[in-house]
């Protein structure tokens, strides 16, 4: 699987994005689907995920009630509808993959990542 994420900038505080994320691959939608992102000089963080087939989701608790991931299985996509958003959401946000149902918030368990795509929110 190889994904490709797109949609990041700069916006203010409370403005809202939504990062794309397209992936080749006939099958994609039997994998979990995942949003993490990363601050400068901070590790990788859990943002959001989605399992496959059945597509529940989960969040950091940061992002809940103002981020929303979902999928497209016709467009082989995963979005992340980003409301409200903070400066402290600045980060580069990858988007991720694994061949598997559960939607792991360990980004050490995701086997397929995209490029990244940088969203910088000012106050």
């Known amino acids: 699987v190889q994904l490709q994420a797109s949609g990041g900038g700069l916006v203010q505080a409370g403005d809202s994005l939504r990062l794309s994320c397209a992936a080749s691959g006939r099958t994609f939608s039997r994998y979990a689907a995942g949003w993490f992102r990363q601050a400068p000089g901070k590790g990788r963080e859990f943002v959001a995920a989605i399992t496959g087939y059945d597509e529940n989701t989960r969040y950091a608790d940061s992002v809940k009630g103002r981020f929303t991931i979902s999928r497209d299985i016709a467009k082989n996509t995963v979005f992340l509808q980003m409301n409200s958003l903070k400066p402290e959401d600045t980060a580069v946000y990858y988007c991720?993959?694994?061949?598997?149902?559960?939607?792991?918030?360990?980004?050490?368990?995701?086997?397929?990542w995209g490029q990244g795509t940088l969203v910088t929110v000012s106050s």
């Open positions: 991720a993959a694994r061949e598997s149902y559960y939607a792991n918030s360990d980004y050490q368990k995701w086997g397929y």
